[in-house]
């Protein structure tokens, strides 16, 4: 077993993710389902010899470290992946992300127009958030393959790793990977602000000091475009405030209602008369009342504007399932299980 063979079985099958778990077979997920391959199960010396095969020195010192680790690997043949090792029973296993070979279209990711406003925006902060294979990383780089096709502009990123590489079309795009161009994301944030930088994009906001440092890079003028963690659009704001102690909490509210430009969360669903998964967003944008919510620490407002906000590009989750229900492209159950509000849906769905 090589991962290299792993990648290409990927390809040919169009699975998004590859689990490589020791006492079974490698397991792919295509079109949202776990779907094992006919291979033989898989040994502890088969993964070791795998990661002794990808990783650098300083990789494998923080491996041995931290007993857990993400890095990218790239094929000419195949692309760019992401991996993560980590520990079970005290063995190393693998979940492996495929990166998209190319940048699609809006219309071909289903992702809405106020995207592309947001983009566009000269500064502020814009977070898109949602759970972990939302498609929040092909969001991101839409965005930033907009500006580059759009803006003369300098555009510096910090990922963890790197999963798709910009071509020079009119900006200067600079892609930074954690663990082999930066030590850790809050440093490495301040440092950008030193590189004359116009747009910044932040693989994921961890921590205080990466939140507090972002938010003045967009007080300070540049466009910051970060992912985050959240159920919901609403929740972005309750994360970024609550993550600091109760004395800070009124300046960072206060910063926040000053930069937010807009929240898009999130998720990927099933579709219902085809293979595949079309995204489902809720989109929170930073309006007057909106900033005034946030200032004031009344986050429990938010959603309302959210439901008033259509003029302004907002839309709730409940609307947008509907509304993919209502085209057909996703089944009423499926809107059922993920609205936050299910009597609400199954009302108004008749």
């Known amino acids: 077993m090589n991962l290299k063979t792993l990648l290409l079985s990927a390809r040919k099958h169009d699975a998004s993710d590859i689990h490589v778990l020791v006492g079974l077979p490698p397991l792919f997920r295509i079109h949202g389902e776990i779907v094992a391959s006919k291979g033989a199960s898989v040994e502890s010396r088969q993964v070791d010899g795998l990661l ?31 991996v993560t090792v980590y520990r ?22 289903a992702l809405p127009a106020i995207v592309e406003d947001l983009a566009r925006k000269p500064n502020g902060l814009v977070i898109l958030t949602g759970p972990t294979g939302a498609g929040k990383t092909t969001t991101l780089h839409y965005m930033l393959d907009l500006i580059n096709a759009e803006r003369a502009a300098k555009v510096v990123t910090l990922e963890d790793p790197i999963e798709y590489v910009h071509a020079f079309k009119r900006s200067i795009i600079v892609q930074q990977e954690l663990l082999t161009d930066t030590k850790d994301f809050a440093s490495s944030l301040r440092h950008v602000l030193r590189q004359d930088p116009d747009v910044i994009a932040v693989g994921e906001m961890r921590d205080k000091d990466s939140i507090h440092t972002a938010l003045h890079a967009a007080e300070t003028g540049h466009l910051v475009i970060a992912t985050l963690h959240t159920p919901g ?91 993919l229900y209502h085209r057909g492209e996703i089944t009423y159950d499926t809107a059922v299980t993920h609205a936050r509000n299910a009597e609400s849906i199954k009302r108004r769905a008749g």
């Open 233 to 323: 659009a609403v929740d972005v704001v309750q994360r970024l405030v609550s993550a600091f102690p109760g004395g800070q909490q009124e300046e960072v509210q206060y910063l926040l209602s000053n930069v937010l430009q807009g929240v898009i969360a999130q998720q990927l669903l099933p579709k219902a008369a085809s293979k595949g998964r079309i995204v489902c967003c809720e989109i929170l944008i930073g309006t007057p009342a909106v900033r005034h919510h946030i200032r004031e620490g009344d986050t429990h407002q938010l959603y309302g504007e959210i439901q008033a906000g259509r003029r302004a590009g907002m839309v709730t989750l409940d609307h947008s399932l509907l509304e």
């Open 88 to 109: 079970r029973n005290g063995l190393h296993e693998l979940s492996v992300r495929m990166a998209e070979p190319i940048i699609r279209t809006r219309e071909e990711l």
């Open 52 to 82: 002794g095969d990808c990783l650098n020195e300083e990789q494998m010192n923080r491996l041995k470290k931290d007993w857990q680790l993400c890095f990218s690997v790239h094929f000419a043949d195949i692309g760019r992946a992401r």
